[in-house]
């Protein structure tokens, strides 16, 4: 069994709170098969990249066309082991998802199969679980492929919605009390896999 850990590339979008998440687990011990080798953004004035400087963590920047094909000349280049997107916008193609089979994995702020899928990122999620009146809803992290909230489910938690709840404040309790816990322990679980090379 190898002893260096797994480099991960980390995609976002936007604030990168799941990152900071990822990062806090690493300097903590959570993270420990896993190391955070890039982060990557879509969006050149994504919080995320600041929050990346902060801990010394390389990152790029890609837009426009051509994007896929430059993302996966810079994953190679980093060594990119494991893909996590982390709050990133963009949906990747069944060309991209089949080349990292297995190694790309995703935060989805509901329980999935519930409220997921073309649509549904961001606060439309929460919208529509306290429009649809559950009374449970949670985060899920799960394997990506070419169906979006479709792959496999590594890690699901739950977190009850309150009779006063919005969407803002429902969206920070499942961001607090289940996307931040379950994205590094799932992150460390894949890892754990990966070095001791069992499939995934």
């Not at 300097?27 to 953004?41: C, D, E, R």
């Amino acid at each position: 069994m190898r002893k260096e850990p797994i480099k991960i590339a980390v995609l976002v979008s936007g604030g990168g709170t799941n990152l900071q998440a990822l990062i806090d687990a690493e300097k903590n011990g959570k993270l420990k098969s896993g190391k955070i080798a890039l982060v990557v953004s879509n969006n050149e004035k994504a919080f995320a990249l600041e929050r990346a400087k902060a801990a010394d963590i390389p990152t790029a920047v890609i837009t426009g066309d051509g994007f896929e094909d430059a993302l996966i000349k810079t994953l190679k280049k980093a060594g990119a082991e494991l893909i996590v997107l982390a709050g990133f916008m963009k949906i990747l193609s069944e060309r991209f998802t089949a080349l990292y089979s297995g190694r790309i994995i995703n935060v989805h702020p509901s329980l999935i199969p519930s409220f997921c899928g073309k649509g549904f990122y961001g606060l439309k999620v929460h919208e529509e679980a306290l429009k649809y009146g559950v009374k449970i809803t949670g985060a899920t992290v799960h394997f990506v492929n070419e169906i979006p909230d479709g792959g496999r489910i590594i890690m699901q938690k739950a977190v009850k919605i309150l009779p006063n709840d919005t969407a803002l404040s429902l969206q920070k309790r499942v961001m607090e009390q289940a996307e931040w816990k379950i994205l590094p322990a799932a992150c460390e679980k894949v890892c754990k896999k990966l070095l001791k090379g069992a499939a995934i």
